[in-house]
């Protein structure tokens, strides 16, 4: 099976790169492929598509060097099989609160007997390869999103769940939970505490830790906080900086406020 280029880095315990699709363009998220990130995610929870569109995200992805993942839109192993079956190398699962939903998210990710993944690769056996079905159990990454109070009183159980790659820190949603704003770059005292511990329990329990992060100083922080896996903000947040900054340069006005949710 074509190997997991992502799953091979955090191995070595490099710090990697995602990038983040939030619009239905196949040749943005080619563009993305090839502009030095080690994956890129088609986020269905919040991407303004449906599933229908993923596909042709995940083959602009999978048209360059960057591994392709999906955020799903919720822990459903139907919808879960179907991604992976459309060729998406990584599951970031929003949402998961308790080890039951990390023990579902970790079988959704794999075949039977380990899992409860349908047969019917699809795309996956034109990306992965014609020995898919035997690798892919060990090839797919599962991200288990981190984003309330209540996964945080069960954060030592979730991460010690055999089969999961990593945490994934959703620190908008956290923020919401923790009674904070989101957005805010310095993060509040609270939230810092609390992606300290997560960054401590799951390198503690020997998996990866990743975070979306609201542009990339932020990234860089959050990556000396040992973060393993940095997602500098959304294609849409990446573009929306990068104009606003220009418009400013040529008009010689005030700089873009900044301080964006990553959104
Ligand atoms: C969050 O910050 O809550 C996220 O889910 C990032 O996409
Ligand atoms: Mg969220």
Known sequence: MRENLLKRLLEDNSTTINGWVSVDSPYLSEVLSYSGLNSVTVDLQHGMF??????????????????????????????????????????ICPAIDTVEQARALVAACRYPPRGVRSFGPARGLLYGGSDYV?????TILSWAMIESVTALANLDEIVAVPGLSGVFVGPND??????ERPGQWPLPATVWA?????????????????????????????AELGFDLLTPGTDVSILR???EDRVAAIRDSAPRQGGGSGY
Do not use: N
Not at 174 to 179: H, K, P, R, T
Not at 205 to 210: D, E, F, H, Q, S
């Open 50 to 91: 449906g599933f229908g569109a993923a596909v042709g995200l995940l083959q602009g992805v999978s048209a360059g060097p960057a591994t392709p993942m999906a955020r799903c839109v919720t822990l459903d192993s139907a919808t879960i099989g179907k991604l992976l079956d459309a060729g998406a190398y990584g599951i």
């Open 134 to 138: 035997t690798a892919a159990d060990s």
């Open 174 to 179: 956290l923020a919401l939970s923790l009674g």
């Open 194 to 222: 609390a992606l300290e511990r997560i960054v401590s329990a799951s390198h503690s329990a020997g998996i990866k830790a990743g975070i979306f992060c609201v542009d990339a100083e932020s990234a860089r922080a959050l």
């Open 241 to 243: 900086a990068a104009v």
